[in-house]
């Protein structure tokens, strides 16, 4: 009976410090405050709050929550809890949630070091791995598009995302596409032409980043 007794007053000790853990802050400024203090209690308990917010933040937030958690993430080492919330996010039945999670992961630093894989996601979730709307699909294409330039200096795999977000979109998200396309193909000639890669570079950064 005393075991028992003492397991119900640890349980709810633990579940009061929970809560009050998630209490702690009112807001992300606060606890982007907490963390930025250097002190090593202040900077866990804010990134454990934001870590928890983050999984459970709606459309409208998630992308911010994300990105603050990505940054807190980097600073502490811990990038593979980042990408965990990122990884559950893709089965949200927010359709926002589930894009920001898949733009989240691809901004990843493990997408540094394993790019093929990352690409790999950003392909799979335009052809339906993760449930998007026509919108969002031909974002993460173009998003695909980029890694495969910028990263893996793949300019035909990216002229063939390119030519497939083409084709799911109307005809003046078509024509934007298109100029991006290109200066994706800037971009890759100018990696011959050492004269022109400073300017082909800027040129293809300031491509539309949206249709």
């Known amino acids: 009976m005393a075991f028992r007794n003492l397991a119900v007053l640890a349980c709810m000790f633990t579940c009061a410090a929970s809560a009050f853990a998630r209490a702690e802050f009112a807001s992300l400024a606060q606890a982007q ?8 209690a202040d900077r866990e308990r804010a990134y454990r709050y934001v870590l928890d917010a983050a999984g459970a933040a709606d459309g409208r937030n998630a992308s911010a929550w994300l990105q603050v958690l990505r940054t807190m993430a980097v600073a502490l080492g811990r990038v593979s809890e980042y990408d965990g919330v990122c990884e559950r996010g893709f089965s949200s039945p927010d359709e926002a949630v589930r894009f920001a999670s898949l733009m989240a992961i691809a901004l990843s630093p493990s997408a540094s070091r394993a ?3 990352f690409v790999s ?3 799979g979730a335009a052809r339906g791995g993760v449930a998007l709307d026509v919108a969002h699909r031909i974002e993460a294409l173009k998003t ?3 890694f495969r330039t910028a990263r893996l200096m793949d300019g035909r795999g990216a002229e063939a995302l390119l030519d497939e977000a083409i084709g799911l979109a109307g005809e003046d998200a078509a024509r934007v596409l298109l100029l991006r396309q290109r200066k994706v ?3 890759m000639a100018a990696r011959m032409d050492a004269e022109t890669e400073r300017e082909a570079t800027a040129w293809f950064l300031r491509a539309p980043r949206r249709a």
């Open 185 to 187: 193909e800037a971009f």
């Open 33 to 40: 405050a907490a963390f930025a203090t250097g002190d090593p």
């Open 144 to 146: 695909a598009a980029d």
């Open 115 to 117: 790019p093929e894989d």
């Open 121 to 123: 996601r950003l392909e």
